[in-house]
């Protein structure tokens, strides 16, 4: 946060940003974690800009869900969703409303003999299990203590305040 222009950001509490991510939550947005040289550049961040780390709260118009699907495979694939999650569809519990299928930015659901369907490049983003009325859609983390070791790798980076 040190070198990001105070223009566009500043620095704030823990309480303060779990406060933006549940509203980004409760908008219907989805949080994305990563290092993208066009964060660094639009922050003004001139130093160090390897180690900035941003949470972006992509939108259904944001360029994520606008360019990626027309994107290249490889482009697509730079995207990944968290080791150890997976996405399934309970098939006894969909009604095959599609609701799933209107949410995904990705382009990765689609409704196939009434029952939802997840296809391959999935990222795991969770917006099609918020607004699931039948709890049919389940993101699982297969080792919960995958997070407290992504905690530790994000920490040597930046100051998470845990």
């Known amino acids: 946060m040190r070198y990001v222009d105070p223009e566009v950001g500043r620095l704030v509490s823990m309480e303060e ?69 997976s996405v399934e569809v309970d098939a006894e519990k969909c009604n095959g409303c599609g609701k799933c299928v209107k949410v995904c930015i990705f382009k990765q659901m689609e409704v196939v003999d009434k029952k939802a369907v997840i ?12 607004v699931c009325k039948q709890e049919a859609v389940i993101i699982r983390i297969d080792d919960p203590t995958y997070i407290d070791s992504c905690i530790e790798r994000i920490s040597t980076k930046v100051n998470l305040g845990v």
């Open 17 to 85: 940003a779990l406060e933006h991510l549940h509203q980004a939550e409760e908008a219907g947005l989805i949080s994305c974690v990563g290092k993208f040289r066009g964060d660094a550049i639009m922050l003004g961040v001139q130093r160090d800009h390897h180690d900035l780390m941003t949470i972006c709260h992509c939108c259904p118009c944001c360029c994520i869900s606008t360019a990626l699907p027309l994107a290249s495979r490889e482009t697509r694939d730079a995207l990944v969703k968290l080791e150890g999650l």
């Open 119 to 130: 296809g391959e490049e999935c990222k795991g983003c969770g917006r099609c299990a918020m």
